[in-house]
């Protein structure tokens, strides 16, 4: 008979510390994995608390990170059957399935390892957790710190995995329902989520890591951030904000104004093809095509099929269809074409992006980073040539792939990128590169042609053609003839000297324009901002107790205010040095002229809200009157501002009399209809509660969506009607039922209630 016996894996519980120290790379990365757990969850936000650090981000003896969401929250079965056992398949098995989050979101776990990051962070981890359905939260705590680090018993063998116990308590008195402070405002907790608190931190942390933190947890979240999820940072009880959003909206500013190219776009996989508009021209172009079977780049992919023994022309790549986003900049300071010129702060900003890559819509890291060279583009310039590929620091924008379109591009278990081996991948990179160095050849340097030209103009005029002039002229034995060629030199140079003249105006005309338009803009958002903090801290003065009213935290918003001030101060200075200073100067000026003017701004409010406007003389005389043209417009402009104020209050109060609700719109800057501006400061919403104007029979209506809806409840509105905060999320294209529509009606619902 056979002495076969069956044995069973028996993990020793050092596998804990195997899985977070030699596994994720740092505590960043550890983080970024808690964060994408919440975002599993359908959590709206996560706050991340580093708490009692010192004041330089040293962690001490009894410092903590708390990591806090309103997510779906653990059930009983789920803490035991999925969170506390390594490698669960629970998440995978529902993407393959084609399964989403119910609010739609796609699940960004799979390899059921990311709690165990956790103990890359400290060694005692408290989790406390609430579902909707439950009375009561549940607490399961994880404490190594009582034991080797290498977990040898007293007689020098090792604990086994299943040696370590775990506290759990099923009845946590945890309060879920109590409001919660994000950026400064308290918010309600939806009475579900999830609470980690990590203790015993295995690292001191410090400033420089705490702000690559911030950085990198802001850009992970790609292309849904700020949407239907977003990240706070505190210390202790203050409120960190994020530079990196400011630097984003700037970015997006400079990729508006001054990218030379901006590409949008897909690859077809079965079409062998580049699907994509570039400055808003839309192009198609395909492996057949010979501005493509041309390029160096696209011979080398040729070659690496073929050599594989296979025909090119039956092959098809396997890493899938994907879509993409590329800007391109003149990184020539010297001679790039105005509109298009940097400047050095321009600079810094652009050169701290690159191309990230994104799988369903949040950021795969490291791709994208400075120092991260994923698409190969210094290798291709330095192999062949540097005019091959554009420079690493030119190009910004994104890839983006999803778990079910690219299914053979697989994540690394340490979630440190993609497995960058087999064909699959290797196939996605060459087709990002061959398309790149497509529009460098085809269309970035045809930009450099019409530079050129410019430039080369430039140079003849002044010298070029003076040299080649003097030798005809010096050639010429006829007196005559030479008086007739000095008259052409003459008239060439005039026209020369007048054609390059308006060039320059016309570029700067339109760079002008465009900083205007960008400066109405950022002026309109740093104006709201101001409000916004000042909203803040008076609903902090309404809603809590004597000590938030200290002298640091009012400091603390001066200083805020201080640097939206700032930025709109350096705003100002860039528009100065685009005009002259006549705008200044005072001069005469007929009133009715410019009365009338400033009526035609008003025209179309006037005809939506059915007013009426007369202009009358008194008198035979025409008034005159000398001061500067634009501050007799503001007086104007303020006049009537207020004129439609309290005609609107007016028919608020006349109507409440005849119906049962009324709307007053609009409240905030509208959604639906772009430069549809609110119609009311903050101070004149509030004044009119306070004289019974507003109340529960006024609906406020205009630009509502879920980040101030909770400003129109403190307001007094008796409600909220919302169009393009709720309707901008339908896609009549490609949503073809209305779930994701309820879903986030539900979650209005949810935050006004």
Known sequence: MSDTKKLYFEPYARLLTMLSEQLIKNEVVALTEIVKNAYDADSPWVKITFDNFDSNMVAEKNSKIIIEDAGCGMSESTLKNDFINPASAHKKIEKEEGKKT??????????????????????????????????????????????????????????????????????????????IFLDNCLRKRLNKGTIIIVEGLNDKWGKSKFEKLKSDLFSLMGNVYGEDFSIYFFEGNAFVPTVEFTEKKTLDNIIEQKAVLNVEGSYDEKGKKYIYTINKKEKEVGFGDKTISGLSLFKDFKKS??????????????????????????????????????????????????????????????????????????????????????????VVGYVDISYSGNPNLKDKTNREGLLEVGESYSDFLSIIQIFLQYIKVYYYDEYNKQKNVIKKFDKQSKNELEQEFKEVIAKCSDSSMKKKIESIKKKVDEQNDYNLGRIRVVEDLAGIGLSIQATHHDMGNFIRKCYNVIDDYNLQLIRTDDEYTEKKVVVEKIERLRGIISAMEAVLADMKNLFASTQHKSKSIRVSVLLNKVLGYYSNVFETKKIDSDLKNIGNSVVVINMPEALLM????????????????????????????????????????????????PEQIRQAAKEGIIDKRVIALGGIDEDNILQVKDYGFGGAAILGGLWNKFDPNHDYNYQNLIEHFRKLKRLAD
Request: aromatic share 14%; with cysteine.
């Open 305 to 394: 099929v073929v050599d594989r023994n296979l025909s090119f022309d039956d092959y098809t790549t396997t890493c899938g269809n994907f879509q993409f986003r590329f800007y391109v900049f003149d990184p020539d300071k010297k001679n790039a074409r105005a509109k298009y010129r940097l400047t050095e702060d321009d600079w810094e900003i652009v050169k701290k992006n690159r191309v990230f890559l994104y799988r369903d819509g949040i950021r795969v890291f490291p791709y994208g980073s400075v120092k991260d060279d994923w698409l190969q583009v210094d290798t291709i310039r330095g192999t062949k040539r540097a005019s091959a590929m554009f420079s690493n620091d030119q």
């Open 102 to 179: 119910p609010l739609g979101r796609i699940y960004q776990g799979e390899k059921g390892i990311g709690r165990f990051s956790l103990f890359k962070l400290g060694k005692k981890i408290t989790v406390i957790t609430k579902t909707e359905k439950d009375i009561k939260a549940r607490r399961l705590e994880m404490d190594l710190s009582k034991y080797e680090d290498e977990f040898i018993k007293g007689n020098n063998e090792q604990y086994k995995l299943n040696e370590i116990p775990l506290e759990y308590n099923a009845s946590d008195d945890t309060d879920f329902s109590e409001e």
């Open 634 to 681: 503001t007086i104007f402009i303020n006049i009537l501002d207020n004129a439609l104020y309290w005609l609107e209050d007016e028919e608020v109060k006349e109507k409440k009399a005849n119906f049962d609700y009324v709307f007053l719109s609009p409240v905030f800057d509208s959604i639906s209809k772009q430069g549809y501006a609110a119609g009311y400061t």
